[in-house]
């Protein structure tokens, strides 16, 4: 009896994370992609990683790959956690499907917004634009449910948007920080999640 209650204590715990069964097996695998291709280090970094002129050169992969590679382990570890606060937020609100459109939708308007309205920005890594998307994602969802948090997660992310195109990046960001991609991933994950039926 007594060790049955710790193991549905555990289970509960990652019931309110989005992170039981199957869902905590998806978070895992995706967050041990991001830091094994960190562990690339510059050579895959460089392979991988959105870059103008190899894009030019017909190099499409990094349209996608892109947003896999990051700075350095840090920068990889920061962009898990900020994918496990999604999970915890959101998971449920949406279908994997769903939410592949979502994640597909953001990596398209970063995609278009830095080859179109960005040329100055030569390179890009970094999961941290999808990562809007998928907030500005789950946000819609609450509000179309009504839930009063829904409106408090689009203030504080239009906040932060407005922060960064006067201020710059946030003083934790570190590292070089393309905040445009912020933007366009919220305009593709916000514009994607318009079309999809979130779940009751």
């Known amino acids: 009896m007594g060790s049955v209650y710790p193991v549905n204590h555990v289970h509960r715990v990652l019931k309110s994370l989005n992170c039981d069964g199957a869902r905590g097996f998806i978070l895992l695998a995706a967050c041990a992609a991001l830091l094994l291709l960190a562990l690339t280090g510059e050579n895959g970094r460089t392979l991988l990683r959105y870059?103008?002129?190899?894009?030019?050169?017909?190099e499409a992969w990094r349209l996608l790959t892109g947003h896999?590679?990051?700075?350095?382990?840090?920068h990889a570890l920061l962009n898990c956690c900020g994918l496990a606060l999604m999970w915890a937020l959101f998971?449920?609100?949406?279908?994997?499907?769903?939410?592949?459109?979502?994640v597909l939708g953001a990596i398209a308007a970063i995609d278009a917004g830095l080859w179109l309205c960005a040329s100055t920005v030569q390179w890009y890594v970094g999961s941290s634009g999808a990562l809007h998307g998928v907030m500005a994602a789950g946000a819609l969802a609450h509000i179309r449910r009504r839930e009063s948090d829904g409106w408090v997660l689009a203030g504080f992310l239009a906040l932060k948007l407005t922060w960064e195109?006067?201020?710059?990046?946030?003083?934790?960001?570190?590292?070089?920080?393309?905040?445009?991609?912020?933007?366009?991933?919220?305009?593709?994950g916000a514009g994607a999640a318009a079309f999809l039926r979130p779940a009751p």
């Open 91 to 102: 998971a449920r609100d949406y279908s994997a499907r769903q939410w592949l459109l979502v």
């Open 51 to 58: 870059d103008r002129t190899a894009l030019a050169g017909g």
């Open 68 to 74: 896999l590679v990051h700075l350095d382990l840090r």
């Open 165 to 188: 195109h006067w201020v710059g990046p946030l003083p934790l960001a570190g590292g070089t920080v393309v905040t445009q991609a912020h933007l366009y991933g919220v305009i593709g």
